[in-house]
């Protein structure tokens, strides 16, 4: 029987996570720079972002829970993910994970993920390929992905989270740069 092992479950973290740094690969920017070979630095720009803000915005609308696919817990991963003993291990099956989500009516595609050589894979435009697509450097994760598409309403919850989020860490942060910490909100100290 094959097993599947998570951490937990992050929808902020993992997607976030999910889709960082999986846009492009070196044969999809060479075949953007052979269709704009006589336009203007303006046209590529302009072209560039509005292919990357259509990718940036297909991939946010999925839901990704990612899982460790082996029959046994890996210690470095859990150094990696979950330090100091922060987390709870869930063993299952591709199976039961399935099963236990049928009653919610939403369809949840199981996913290996491919390990790939970026400067030789065209990765395409399909947000489920690019959210099952790693550099061959993480092929020790044996990683499996459940993608679930967000409904409208959970993408702007998620999106009120992030807001609240970054307010907060700008809050408690100082600014680089700056002295001036006036602007933080105080400590709380005991005596």
């Excluded at 998570?6 to 997607?15: A, D, M, P, Q």
């Excluded at 680089?176 to 400590?187: C, E, F, I, K």
Aim: with cysteine; aromatic share 8%; charged share 35%.
């Amino acid at each position: 029987m094959s097993y599947c092992w998570s951490g937990g479950f992050s929808l902020l973290n993992h997607r976030r996570s999910a889709t960082h740094g999986r846009q492009l690969g070196v044969p999809d920017v060479s075949d953007f720079r052979e269709n704009h070979v006589d336009a203007d630095l303006a046209t590529i720009s302009a072209e560039w972002k509005c292919r990357y803000d259509a990718k940036t915005a297909a991939l946010e609308g999925y839901g990704v829970s990612c899982w460790h696919h082996a029959e046994h817990e890996s210690a470095a991963l859990w150094s990696l993910y979950m330090p100091r003993g922060f987390g709870v291990a869930i063993r299952s099956t591709v199976e039961r994970v399935l099963d236990s989500l049928k009653k919610s009516g939403r369809t949840v595609e199981p996913r290996e993920v491919q390990y790939a050589d970026y400067d030789k894979e065209r990765l395409g435009d399909d947000p489920r390929d690019l959210l099952s697509y790693k550099r061959r450097s993480f092929a020790h994760e044996k990683e499996l992905r459940f993608l679930l598409a967000l409904r409208e309403d959970e993408r702007e919850a998620i999106d009120d989270w992030k807001l609240i989020l970054t307010d907060r860490t700008k809050r408690h942060s100082p600014q680089v740069g700056s002295s001036d910490l006036s602007d933080r909100a105080p400590l709380r100290r005991e005596s």
